[in-house]
């Protein structure tokens, strides 16, 4: 099992900018690839952003391509979520997870943090 802490949301107005980071630890060593999600208020999750754990491919939704840059950092098997211009409709929980090599999906979640864009 993979825990994650996150880190980093609060509350900004629109045009600003956060970094969210998420820290792994315990059975890392397995880890294929890591990601974020969000969920809206009164919305369903949605994924966001994810990254090869490897060879640091990522790969965006289509509503935060050019704004929003994944990262990692293999060494304190952390990954980072760099937004810009955020939008009010970017408002949401934001949850990192983990998927392990042979797993076809995500299976390892955070608790989540707040990120809330003002108007």
């Known amino acids: 099992q993979v825990q994650l802490v996150e880190s980093g949301g609060g509350l900004v107005q629109a045009g600003g900018s956060l970094r969210l980071s998420c820290a792994a630890s315990?059975?890392?060593?397995?880890?294929?690839?890591m990601g974020w999600f969000r969920q809206p208020p009164g919305k369903e999750r949605e994924f966001v952003a994810q990254i090869s754990w490897t060879n640091g491919v990522p790969y965006y939704a289509d509503s935060v391509k050019g704004r929003f840059t994944i990262s990692r950092d293999r060494n304190k098997i952390t990954v980072y979520l760099q937004m810009n211009n955020l939008k009010p409709e970017d408002t949401a929980i934001y949850y990192c997870?983990?998927?392990?090599?042979?797993?076809?999906?995500?299976?390892?979640w955070g608790q989540g943090t707040q990120v809330t864009v003002s108007s």
């Open positions: 997870a983990a998927r392990s090599a042979g797993q076809a999906g995500f299976s390892s």
């Open positions: 315990g059975r890392t060593f397995s880890t294929y690839a």
